[in-house]
């Protein structure tokens, strides 16, 4: 008998033991009461002086309408960078390619300028190439992976499509970046926030972020390819040897985190998996930029400076995960 009732309490305890499958909801970042560790962005409400390590916690005056829903995994997406010129007279063959690529939402690309008037030189254009070294043109980076078809990071137009292909094979990827923007006087105002589902591979991360203008007027191009029978599926075979009224796709305007190296991640969120959010603000000092025809691409890089994810969005607007 009192071995039945000893099984009977058993059985009890055991029927009334939870076993829910609720996915766990993770907490808000708490901040930490060791002085060492905090918030160290003074741009933040919640600076902390005497922190030494950040701990993703910080606190802006932003009003952000991004979500807080974080997905399970994250949509891949490329950034081409483009070297270009308006005197480089095979540029509208590459131009042209990179705008049906970026057709593609999952695509976006940026002109970087050389000796014109849209260069920026010691901005933009030396960082990239003390890494890559110079380039030929035209030519550019995807994601600065090596290309499938060798061993070189800057890319012929001929072969962007094949390496976009293969980065896009695997749709998915654990690293995420959503933004919101604003316009504030002469001011851009940035906010990321950046999320790895599992621990990095790297033992580095940063975010780089361009200001971009789209459609830029009133800087002629020269076109080699006009009337040449092997270019006869591009545009360009029929446009004229100087396009006057071309409009140049996302030229880059401004670096608002380091483009390389990029503004560095903590570890409470690359290796902790904590939400990282980051508050940029970047001067307009060129008064012929458009703002109304302006992009912000962020992305996040490794310690190669290869790109792992990007994301995008029209200045004034926002570009959630997903």
Known sequence: MKQLCLLFLAILLFSCKETSTEPIVPTENQTSTDPNIGCTDQMATNYKSTAKKEDCSCKYD?????????????TQ???IEEHSGTWCGWCPLSKETLERLAINPNIVGVEIHYNDKLTLLDEIYVPLKNIYGHPAWPSGM????KNINGSTFIIGEP?????????????????????????????VVILTKTKFNKAGASEKYGIGIYLVEDKVEKYPQINYARGMPQFIKYKAYTLPALIEDIKHYNVARGVIAPHVGGHAIPEAASKKLTVYNK???????NKEINLANCKIIAFVMNEKNEIENVNYCSLGNKANWN
Request: aromatic share 8%; hydrophobic share 40%; proline share 4%.
């Open 142 to 145: 995807i994601n600065r992976k």
């Open 62 to 74: 932003f009003n952000s309408t991004l979500s807080n829903d974080i997905p399970a995994d994250f």
């Open 159 to 187: 072969d962007w499509e094949k390496n976009t292909t293969a980065i896009l094979s695997n749709p998915k990827t654990d690293i995420g970046i959503a933004l919101d923007t604003k316009i504030v006087g002469d001011e």
């Open 279 to 285: 508050l940029f603000k970047y001067k307009i000092t």
């Open 77 to 79: 997406k490329i950034l």
